[in-house]
C-alpha cells in the first residue's frame, strides 16, 4: 500500500524567507505525485503536479516541486514566501496503474508567514 | 459556471442517525471520489467511482455508504456503524480513464454529530 509522509507539520516563517517543504512516499511502481494547498475558508487546490519527463515541476504562485526518484522524494519549494502563503499543504500520490484511483494524502503541514 | 457542489456546508445529527451528504459536479466527469479530512490526518479516502453504477471501497470506508445512479451525482451515507463520523468531509471528481487526471474538490461539509 502507498503512503506518504510529510515531515514537519507546523511550519512558521518570516516574509520573503525561502520554503522547503519535505515529502517522501513508499510505493516500488510508478506514481504521479502532487501538491494540493487549502487557504483558509477555501477549496482545496491544485499547486503542482508530476506525471512524468522533467523532475523539476513548476507550479502557480511561484511554487516548484523536484521530484527525485532514488530518495522518493518531492519537495516543494519557494524561494520568497508571502503573507499570503499562509495554508495547509498536502503533498499526495497516485499509483499509476488504475487512472481513476484515489489520492493518498500526507498528513498536511500548516504553514504561517509572519507579516 | 463549472465545478463541484456539496451542501449544506454544516451538518448536525444526533448520534446514531444515519445522515446523508450531497455532491454534484457539472465538469461531466466520469470519476468521483470521497475523503474524510480530520485534524492532522491529511484526507484519506473513503469511496471512488470510475463510472455510473460502480464504485469501491477505499482505505475507511467502514461505516459509510455511496451510490452512483447518476454521472454528476455521488451521495455519501454515514451510518450509526461509523464510530468516529464527526469530520470535515470533502467530495472531488475526475475525468478518469486509463490515464491519471488532476482532482477537482468541492467546498466540503463539516459533519458534527452530537
Known amino acids: 500500500a502507498q503512503s506518504v509522509s510529510q515531515h514537519n507539520h507546523h511550519v512558521i516563517l518570516s516574509e520573503a524567507a525561502s520554503l522547503e517543504l519535505g515529502c517522501n512516499y513508499s510505493?516500488?511502481?510508478?506514481?504521479?505525485l502532487f501538491w494540493y494547498v487549502q487557504y483558509p475558508g477555501q477549496h482545496l487546490q491544485l499547486l503542482l503536479k508530476y506525471f512524468s519527463g522533467d523532475p523539476l515541476v513548476k507550479g502557480i504562485k511561484g511554487f516548484e516541486a523536484e521530484f527525485i526518484k532514488s530518495k522518493f522524494s518531492f519537495n516543494l519549494r519557494k524561494p520568497s514566501v508571502q503573507w499570503s502563503d499562509t495554508a495547509e499543504y498536502f503533498c499526495a500520490v497516485n499509483a499509476r496503474g488504475g487512472g481513476a484511483d484515489g489520492l493518498t494524502f500526507g498528513k498536511g503541514t500548516h504553514l504561517i508567514i509572519q507579516p | 459556471d463549472g465545478g463541484i457542489t456539496q451542501s449544506p456546508k454544516y451538518l448536525f445529527r444526533k448520534e446514531g442517525q444515519n445522515v446523508t451528504l450531497s455532491c454534484e459536479q457539472n465538469?461531466?466527469?466520469?470519476?468521483m471520489y470521497w475523503y474524510r479530512q480530520d485534524p492532522g490526518q491529511g484526507l484519506r479516502l473513503i469511496y471512488y467511482s470510475q463510472i455510473v453504477n460502480d464504485f469501491q471501497k477505499g482505505d475507511i470506508a467502514e461505516g459509510y455508504s455511496v451510490s452512483r445512479e447518476k454521472k454528476e451525482s455521488f451521495p455519501l451515507t454515514v451510518t450509526s456503524a461509523q464510530k468516529n463520523p464527526t469530520a470535515f468531509y470533502l467530495c472531488a471528481s475526475s475525468m478518469g480513464g486509463r490515464f491519471y487526471n488532476e482532482q477537482f474538490f468541492g467546498p466540503g461539509t463539516r459533519l458534527t454529530v452530537l
Open positions: 510505493y516500488g511502481g510508478t506514481v504521479n
Open positions: 465538469l461531466n466527469h466520469d470519476a
